[in-house]
């Protein structure tokens, strides 16, 4: 049961570890270690029209966002590594709002190759786009198809599993923390595909089939 708790929350390194600790009979397992340290900023959940129309436009003038869409529907992103955000994607839709404002400016973002978008895994968020004829530009980083560029053998790309391999550090639960991980394993992986020439390729060639797999 431990082992299990531990694999779903990623913590990959302790399920090696556990044939190291002696549990005796009846003995608790302290977990402290899972509740957040309090060092990262909670992700902020806006839900009003108004909240969601500020951090649209918000975004609109960044030049780069880190994004993902995580429990189906729920919205995340961060224009600058520090303030975290979240919103339901249902939210957006005209019979909640009263009409498309919210979703047009949501649409134009996305389809600005002016700002550019990074994440992880991205051909399946493109193809939630696709399904409703929103054709995503501006893909500039996916730490999927990085890792893959650079350690083809690698057996897990679970981005859990690839910051702790980069970092040696256990990925902490928690939407901001995804963004987090996001963000540096971008500064590290392009620092790697630079000094193995790597690069060109996965800015000509492996981003822009994101769009066109994803189309197929």
Do not use: C
Not at 36 to 57: N, Q, V, Y
Not at 123 to 133: D, I, N, S
Not at 144 to 154: C, Q, S
Request: hydrophobic share 40%; aromatic share 12%; glycine share 6%.
């Amino acid at each position: 049961e431990i082992e299990r708790i531990f694999k779903e929350f990623g913590f990959y390194s302790l399920v090696k570890r556990l044939g190291e600790v002696d549990i005796q009979a009846g003995e608790k397992l302290k977990l402290d270690f899972l509740i957040p340290t309090g060092d990262s900023k909670p992700i902020k959940d806006i839900k009003t029209r108004e909240e969601i129309k500020g951090g649209l436009d918000l975004i609109k003038k960044s030049e780069e966002i880190t994004f993902d869409i995580v429990r189906e529907n729920v919205f995340i992103w961060t224009n600058d590594g520090k303030d975290f955000y979240s919103f339901d994607l249902g939210n957006l839709q005209v019979a909640k709002t009263g009409s498309d404002e919210l979703w047009m400016l949501f649409v134009t973002i996305f389809e600005n190759k002016a700002t550019s978008k990074s994440g992880y895994d991205l051909k399946p968020l493109v193809k939630k786009f696709l399904e409703k004829e929103v054709h995503v530009k501006g893909l500039f980083f996916d730490a999927k198809i990085a890792a893959y560029l650079i350690k083809a053998d690698r057996k897990d790309y679970e981005l859990s599993m690839m910051y702790q391999n980069e970092f040696g550090e256990e990925l902490k639960s928690g939407d901001d923390y995804r963004l987090r991980a996001i963000i540096r394993l971008k500064k590290s992986f392009l620092e790697k595909l630079k000094s193995d020439g790597l690069i060109k390729i996965f800015e000509d060639i492996e981003m822009p089939l994101i769009m066109v797999s994803a189309e197929m």
